[in-house]
T-cell receptor, first 117, second 112 residues
Framework: GAVVSQHPSRVICKSGTSVKIECRSLDFQATTMFWYRQFPKQSLMLMATSNEGSKATYEQGVEKDKFLINHASLTLSTLTVTSAHPEDSSFYIC?????????????FGPGTRLLVL | QQQVKQSPQSLIVQKGGISIINCAYENTAFDYFPWYQQFPGKGPALLIAIRPDVSEKKEGRFTISFNKSAKQFSLHIMDSQPGDSATYFCAAKKDGNNRLAFGKGNQVVVIP
């Protein structure tokens, strides 16, 4: 099946710094990718939809200046958490739909654990 | 607003038993219903999925039952094994739209 990778798998940073998380589709092209965050023992919360060649679409309540998304190519989307604070500590997961979306759903990356001190 | 409601919140099953997780949805425009399995510290992985034109789909020990009139679907894990201990999420989406609506998740613990 399709593979989606994320880098880094975990990151610890100081409050006030920025952190970049990469999401790559390894064996298919993805014009759209999704970014989620997940708190412990909770469901996935969609943050934004990353669109190749255009601006990302953010969900209500998600600060676009705080969570910068860049869909640099058909296989790479990046999420930058700017001026990170402890409340941004979470598990960030990306996903991408494979080309034939009529029959299949999204493939998820392994996630990135962010801890802001 | 939770578009997909999942129950129970957690489940403890003995090895060899049947785990049953239920989901209900509101939006009749949903036409694709996947179940995801997530282990701690990992991303969700697609387990099995169904469309509303069938009432049941089976893949190995995993079965989805779908009741369109009741707007409910359930996951059955037969002969549950300790390795099945994970969090299970039901989800739904509309055709032509890649956005997934997730349930809150269900933690299944299979005890030896």
């Amino acid at each position: 099946g399709a593979v989606v990778s994320q880098h880094p798998s975990r990151v610890i940073c100081k409050s006030g710094t920025s952190v970049k998380i990469e999401c790559r589709s390894l064996d298919f092209q993805a014009t759209t990718m999704f970014w989620y965050r997940q708190f412990p023992k909770q469901s996935l919360m969609l943050m934004a939809t990353s669109n190749e060649g255009s601006k990302a679409t953010y969900e209500q309540g998600v600060e676009k200046d705080k969570f910068l998304i860049n869909h640099a190519s058909l296989t790479l989307s990046t999420l930058t958490v700017t001026s990170a604070h402890p409340e941004d500590s979470s598990f960030y997961i990306c996903s991408a739909p494979p080309p034939r979306t009529a029959q299949e759903t999204q493939y998820f990356g392994p996630g990135t654990r962010l801890l802001v001190l | 607003q939770q578009q997909v409601k999942q129950s129970p919140q957690s489940l403890i099953v003995q090895k060899g038993g049947i785990s049953i997780i239920n989901c209900a949805y509101e939006n009749t425009a949903f036409d694709y219903f996947p179940w995801y399995q997530q282990f701690p510290g990992k991303g969700p992985a697609l387990l099995i999925a169904i469309r509303p034109d069938v009432s049941e789909k089976k893949e190995g020990r995993f079965t989805i039952s779908f009741n369109k009139s009741a707007k409910q679907f359930s996951l059955h894990i037969m002969d549950s094994q300790p390795g099945d201990s994970a969090t299970y999420f039901c989800a739904a989406k509309k055709d032509g739209n890649n956005r997934l609506a997730f349930g809150k998740g269900n933690q299944v613990v299979v005890i030896p």
